[in-house]
């Protein structure tokens, strides 16, 4: 029937909503996990340590750590500077500090995209899947008060089979819908966090280029 129909198909793709989410939903926890992980190693090892050029060795195997990246693109630029390209007036040591600014504005903005990756399609279906669920209930409710209307029957074993079925749409999309609205609000406020580390870390840098390879 058209009713079985409508609700299958809201059924299917209310189904791939949820599937899709929660494949990012289990991604994206085990990567966010990671990072914040290895961005605490990092900062850990970074403030233990006297040389940057081993740090920088030691980012190879932080790859998945924002602030690792963040610092290994202003160790390039500085390395230019350290190696003399940049050095000598102070409006070309000033001029030196801008790029490896630049470098670290860069690179964080970089990581937070790669870090916003697959999180909109959690907001996409905390803000669909409702509307799929309510189209398929509006559709079969609509088709069964035709069928009634057809049969001239009007008596509740011939209303509520159409009807329950079609109210079932409506309880899978929010389904789909909740867990990932949950999760975009979740790793939304993680990245916001690793967000403001990189700001905190690049302003850190900066000034310990300013103290020992600007003078």
């Given at each position: 029937?058209?009713?079985?129909?409508a609700?299958?198909l809201a059924?299917?793709?209310l189904a791939a909503?949820?599937?899709?989410?929660?494949?990012i939903?289990?991604?994206?926890a085990?990567?966010?996990?990671r990072?914040?992980?290895e961005?605490q190693?990092?900062l850990?090892?970074f403030?233990?340590?006297?040389?940057?050029?081993?740090?920088?060795?030691?980012?190879?195997?932080m790859?998945?750590?924002?602030?690792?990246?963040?610092f290994?693109?202003?160790y390039?630029?500085l390395?230019?500077?350290?190696?003399?390209e940049?050095?000598?007036?102070m409006?070309?040591?000033?001029?030196?500090?801008?790029?490896?600014?630049?470098?670290?504005r860069?690179?964080?903005t970089?990581?937070?995209?790669?870090?916003?990756k697959?999180?909109?399609?959690?907001a996409?279906t905390?803000?669909t899947?409702?509307?799929v669920?309510l189209?398929?209930t509006?559709w079969?409710?609509?088709?069964?008060?035709?069928n009634?209307?057809s049969?001239?029957s009007?008596?509740l074993?011939?209303?509520?089979?159409?009807?329950?079925e079609?109210?079932?749409?409506?309880?899978?999309g929010?389904v789909a819908?909740i867990?990932?609205?949950m999760?975009y609000?979740?790793?939304?406020?993680?990245?916001r966090?690793?967000?403001?580390?990189?700001?905190?870390?690049s302003?850190?840098?900066?000034?310990?280029?300013k103290?020992h390879?600007?003078?």
């Amino acid at each position: 029937t058209y009713t079985s129909g409508a609700v299958v198909l809201a059924f299917l793709v209310l189904a791939a909503f949820s599937f899709i989410s929660w494949y990012i939903i289990g991604y994206k926890a085990l990567y966010l996990r990671r990072a914040r992980r290895e961005s605490q190693e990092f900062l850990e090892a970074f403030w233990q340590s006297k040389r940057l050029d081993a740090i920088f060795q030691l980012t190879d195997s932080m790859k998945t750590s924002p602030i690792s990246q963040v610092f290994r693109a202003g160790y390039i630029e500085l390395s230019k500077l350290k190696t003399g390209e940049s050095a000598g007036t102070m409006g070309s040591q000033l001029g030196a500090l801008e790029n490896v600014d630049r470098a670290l504005r860069r690179a964080a903005t970089l990581e937070v995209t790669n870090l916003e990756k697959l999180i909109p399609f959690l907001a996409t279906t905390g803000s669909t899947a409702p509307f799929v669920g309510l189209f398929g209930t509006v559709w079969g409710i609509m088709n069964s008060f035709i069928n009634i209307g057809s049969s001239e029957s009007a008596t509740l074993a011939t209303v509520a089979p159409g009807i329950a079925e079609a109210l079932i749409a409506t309880a899978i999309g929010l389904v789909a819908a909740i867990p990932a609205v949950m999760a975009y609000n979740f790793f939304s406020a993680h990245i916001r966090v690793l967000s403001s580390e990189m700001d905190s870390f690049s302003a850190d840098f900066l000034n310990i280029v300013k103290r020992h390879f600007l003078k």
